[in-house]
């Protein structure tokens, strides 16, 4: 489950940052902004081909002592950055989860440029984006 | 809701009904039409159009009520239960009401309301998705038809899109904040395609009047204001066995707050299995609606959203300010009210409109001032010769008189206007004494004349007293007009010794 979800916009400033309160959030925000800097790097890499559609970043960004934590990035045609962190500790390998929650992530991001009242670039206060976000973060007793 | 409530406790005592039965009315000013059609519908045998205090409720008719209304919920047991209580507290309240027929204003439902409101509003979440108690979800006949012809006015083809930009421009006009529209539109566009279609468009309508009115968004889009729902439900005019078809069928899958109404769907299914209450609710429903309709004060004026409630003014003018402005009339200009009594002016001080059409031409920005002036001279030409004439004669001369004020003060003719009324109200006052006898005509004048001059002076007091302020007005300009020219004058000095100090450079 994703301890952090933050979508960017493409001139890298958040549009959209929500972490479980529990732990110092602070936290979570430096490691989004360190892997945006891995999420750029990936995308210029890419060049002449086309954006691929998901891009992960696996791999110990910032171990803890209590748990380890990865974060994912997920690139749209627009240059939208999707980061999330997750909580590596519980599940082994969530490769396809990661995907699926990436996808519905995209496609809650999309429903909210879909609102005429919405201004790309605005934070974004959709609810029904929240209380998606909330369905995939992990519950934290 | 308490439909719901009402349905389940249906072996229970008739006063228990009775509330629940009432209940929903109250629950918010705006459901009371809303509410009607369920008690309507059962009402029908009985008086349609009793007031609310007409007649104490009948626990038998209550009770007969009660299965008409709503066969639903098996599945409000469990909301059922938060409620038992407050619903007898509320029984002695609610039964003097009787089945109230649905008199909007009727201040017990609305007191009882304000109690229930509060309740109602917990509720919500519980029972946003119950089919009938939505009653602020609900889309009236008389409000479909209004929001069709907005549709019609943005979209001519009713089964097309309104785009999102279109939509945005007309929704922006009803004043709501943009997070609230956003929102809104988030309920309302269940395709999230970026624009709205009929029911659509009927729902998000809907949701603006209903947050201008005051009442809080829902977490969830209604069942009532659904797509599907208001797409059968008002082409039909039974509209309760296609709302359980509706119901049983639509069952979207993308937005979590529409999750909560699977459950309400579900759970609707097996309401379906009630036919007779089911049949009764479609027959009476359309006659519910006739009912409401005439009980319904549409203003017949009202150019936007007409609501039963309270609060229907309140929808007007948000809706009125919403929604271009009309242009205000055309502001009467002002006058002299005293002006008809200041004739004498002219026949007892030859000296005074001299002065006075001496202070005519005023600065454009204080034309109304100088116009008592004006108007004490035609109230002057107008009575001289009511003294001297009869009145239709005093009528048909004193325009004449008026016209030499009229030369000298080419700014004042719209005063002008006003004479007219003037020498007609004029000349009903010496009518009404010079019409008595011939003998008292001579006398009469003559007291007219006393109270004319008394009126004069008040008529020159005020007068002077305007002239007065607008001198101190002209003052005040001067001097403002003298401050700013010094400025100019210490702004050239600069400049000039700016440019001074750059000429020997380029010479050089």
Not at chain 2, 353 to 380: D, F, I, M, N, V
């Amino acid at each position: 489950m994703a301890v952090c979800v933050a979508v960017i916009a493409k001139e890298n400033y958040p549009l959209y940052i929500r972490s479980i309160p529990t732990e110092n959030e602070l936290k979570f925000h430096y490691m989004v902004h360190t892997s945006l800097d891995v999420v750029d790097e990936k995308i210029s890499a890419m060049g002449k081909a086309l954006v691929d559609q998901r891009e992960l970043y696996l791999g110990l960004l910032y171990p803890t002592e209590d748990y380890k934590l990865c974060s994912y990035g997920y690139v749209t045609n627009s240059k939208v950055k999707f980061v999330m962190v997750v909580d590596s500790s519980n599940t082994a390998l969530r490769d396809n989860e990661i995907r699926s929650m990436f996808r519905k992530l995209h496609n809650s991001y999309t429903d909210v440029m879909c609102n005429p009242f919405y201004n790309p670039g605005d934070r974004i206060q959709s609810r029904a984006f929240d209380s998606m976000v909330t369905s995939m973060m992990v519950q934290v007793c | 809701m308490s439909k719901t409530d009402a349905e389940i406790r249906f072996g229970n005592p008739a006063e228990l009904h009775g509330t629940k039965v009432q209940i929903p009315y109250l629950i918010t000013e705006k459901n009371t039409f809303k509410r009607m059609d369920d008690e309507d519908k059962q009402q029908e045998t009985q008086s349609p159009t009793m007031s609310p205090l007409a007649s104490p409720p009948s626990s038998p008719p209550h009770y007969q009520r009660v299965p008409l209304s709503h066969g639903y919920s098996k599945l409000r047991s469990s909301t059922e239960q938060m409620h038992p209580a407050p619903y007898e507290a509320r029984q002695p309240l609610v039964q003097p009401e009787g089945p109230s027929s649905g008199a909007p204003g009727a201040k017990p439902p609305r007191h009882q309301a304000s109690l229930i409101r509060s309740f109602s509003v917990e509720r919500e979440p519980h029972d946003n998705n119950s089919n009938y108690p939505d009653e602020p979800w609900r889309i009236t006949e008389e409000q479909r038809e209004y929001y069709v012809n907005q549709f019609r006015s943005l979209q001519p083809d009713p089964s097309s899109f309104i785009s999102g930009s279109v939509a945005k421009n007309f929704f922006t006009k009803s004043k709501l904040s943009i997070p609230e529209l956003s929102y809104i539109w988030e309920l309302s566009d269940a395709d999230c395609d970026g624009a709205l279609t009929l029911p659509e468009f009927c729902a998000a309508f809907h949701l603006i009047v209903a947050r201008k009115t005051g009442y809080p968004l829902p977490e969830g889009l209604p069942p009532t204001l659904q797509p599907e729902y208001l797409q059968a439900a008002f082409p039909k005019p039974k509209r309760e066995c296609s709302l359980f078809d509706s119901y049983s069928e639509s069952m979207p899958a993308n937005q979590q707050p529409r999750e909560l109404n699977r459950m309400e769907k579900l759970s609707i299914k097996d309401m379906a299995d009630f036919p007779v209450p089911a049949q009764d609710v479609t027959s009476d429903d359309k006659q519910a609606l006739l009912q409401r309709l005439k009980l319904c004060c549409l203003p017949s004026d009202l150019p936007l959203f007409c609501c039963r409630s309270y609060s229907s003014t309140s929808i007007e003018e948000a809706m009125k300010r919403g929604e271009d402005p009309p242009t205000p009339p055309p502001r009467p200009q002002k006058t002299h009210s005293r002006a008809s009594s200041l004739d004498l002016n002219k026949v007892f001080q030859p000296s005074v409109p001299a002065t006075k059409s001496g202070l005519l031409p005023p600065p454009p920005a204080l034309p109304p001032r100088p116009c008592p002036s004006q108007s004490e001279q035609a109230s002057e030409a107008e009575i001289h010769p009511q003294l001297n004439r009869a009145p239709s004669q005093a009528a048909d001369s004193s325009p004449t008189k008026k016209d030499i004020p009229y030369s000298q003060p080419p700014s004042k003719p719209i005063r002008r206007k006003f004479r007219p009324e003037n020498p007609a109200t004029e000349n009903q006052e010496p009518s009404s004494t010079v019409g008595g006898p011939a003998s008292a005509a001579t006398g009469k004048p003559h007291t007219a004349v006393q109270k004319q001059s008394s009126k004069q002076k008040k008529a020159i007091q005020t007068a002077i007293r305007k002239n007065k302020e607008a001198n101190a007005v002209l003052a005040r300009l001067n001097s403002e007009l003298q401050q700013q020219l010094k400025e100019v004058h210490q702004e050239r000095i600069a400049l000039e010794n700016q440019l001074e100090q750059l000429r020997p450079v380029t010479v050089l």
